[in-house]
């Protein structure tokens, strides 16, 4: 990806070193805490690297460069030894949530099934020293739910007049940065107000789980497997609700590859993956009855395919009228924090495999799930209440960057 026009006088990135060997870190990790054998080497800080998101210097200030280097294993590492040296009173609950694209890389990885490569990481963490391990899947269903109901909402009021679709997806938050960022309110109106998966897992940790287990939220530290390294802005920029009081959803967001890498360093076998074949980055999907098309839908990944996305929605030659849209080609299971090749470059047989690893989980229709329809009883009050629009939905920002913002050459 190249950046032909910035707009900050420098760019809040940082570039690779020489020796992607030298990393560093100032926590120590268990194993060495105790002097035991096949202990863990320090592990590299966080980077966001031109290559790994949509993020230029506009989309991101030096302070968050900051704020984001944070964002790693140290800070894990730092609760684990406290849990194990201070007194019990000031102990932290350990919580990790793992997002399902992340699952098939870790399937791939340890050449096991879905199941087994899930069993096989919450039997790590927890030796570690995690006392509970979760899946974000539930998360998922919530925001798919509210995603419909605001689709249809839209489709509804839409009109020559109050132009309210296309409704673009709002899940993926390199995306919906360079959404706020970048192209403003002409786009930012279109996203999907509906919490992301991350948001709402952060919100189901901290505020249900917290008062099931009579926590408060700051006795919980709640660390997201995710695989990409924009997981990580979207945990530093998060909108909060209310119902948190002030306590983050996320207050750790590792990559699937950062925990592959602790994996590692503790001893554990990897096995090389075989080849399948990759998803198209834009596809097309019509509903029709009686031989008319009633609705459009699409799904653009990548920031070549965005950018003609918004050329033909500003132009008013853009059909469609729901589109997922996702930062990274090849969608998540290609985030850049997981199947990377020591060089930086995507490992394509690991993702060719993962690929068809995720194909083959079953898809189940989140209206189906007895347990989220439960929540929405039992923490949220009621499908539409009040709180479950607060809690399930957010607001966005829009900075205006005029004229050059549509420069940018993927």
């Known amino acids: 990806m190249k950046c032909e026009h910035c707009t900050r006088k420098e760019c809040s990135k940082k570039t690779k070193t020489d020796d992607q060997e030298n990393v560093s870190a100032d926590a120590l990790s268990p194993a060495q805490e105790n002097g035991e054998k096949g202990e863990f080497h320090k592990l590299a800080d966080a980077k966001i690297f031109l290559s790994d998101c949509l993020a230029c210097d506009s989309c991101m200030t030096a302070e968050e460069g900051v704020q984001l280097s944070q964002q790693n294993a140290k800070d894990f590492f730092r609760v684990l030894n406290l849990n194990k040296k201070c007194d019990t009173s000031k102990h932290k609950v350990l919580v990790v949530s793992v997002c399902p694209q992340s699952l098939p890389y870790f399937a791939a990885k ?26 974000t899947t539930i998360a998922a269903d919530f925001s798919i739910l509210e995603s419909q109901k605001e689709f249809v909402r839209r489709y509804r009021q839409h009109s020559e007049e109050e132009r309210t679709l296309p409704m673009l997806t709002s899940a993926c938050p390199g995306w919906v940065r360079y959404a706020e960022r970048v192209l403003g309110c002409p786009i930012t109106a279109h996203l999907c107000t509906a919490r ?215």
């Open 196 to 410: 992301s998966p991350q948001q709402v897992m952060g919100s189901l940790v901290k505020d249900y789980f917290a008062r099931q287990q009579n926590l408060s939220p700051e006795k919980i530290f709640h660390v997201i497997v995710a695989p990409c390294y924009d997981k990580k802005l979207e945990a530093l920029q998060e909108s909060l609700p209310p119902a948190l009081h002030g306590s983050r959803g996320a207050d750790c967001v590792l990559t699937s590859g950062e925990i592959a890498q602790i994996m590692e360093q503790g001893d554990l076998s990897v096995k090389d993956a075989a080849v399948d074949t990759l998803n198209k980055d834009f596809q097309e999907v019509t509903l029709e009855k009686n031989g008319e098309v009633v609705l459009r839908f699409a799904a653009a990944y990548g920031f070549r395919n965005i950018q003609n996305m918004i050329l033909k929605l500003k132009k008013g030659k853009f059909p469609y009228h729901f589109v997922e849209v996702l930062a990274c080609a090849g969608g998540c299971l290609n985030g850049r924090g997981q199947a990377q090749t020591p060089d930086g470059h995507a490992d394509k047989a690991l993702l060719r495999q993962m690929e068809g690893i995720y194909a083959d989980i079953p898809v189940r229709r989140p209206e189906s799930s007895a347990h989220v329809q439960e929540l929405y009883q039992e923490w949220l009050e009621g499908i539409n209440s009040p709180k479950a629009r607060e809690v399930l939905h957010t607001t966005y920002q829009s900075q205006e960057r005029g004229a050059h913002s549509l420069d940018i050459k993927w």
């Open 110 to 135: 340890f050449n096991l099934s879905v199941t087994d490569a899930s069993r096989r990481l919450c039997g790590f963490l927890k030796s570690l020293g995690v006392h509970y391990v979760f899946d």
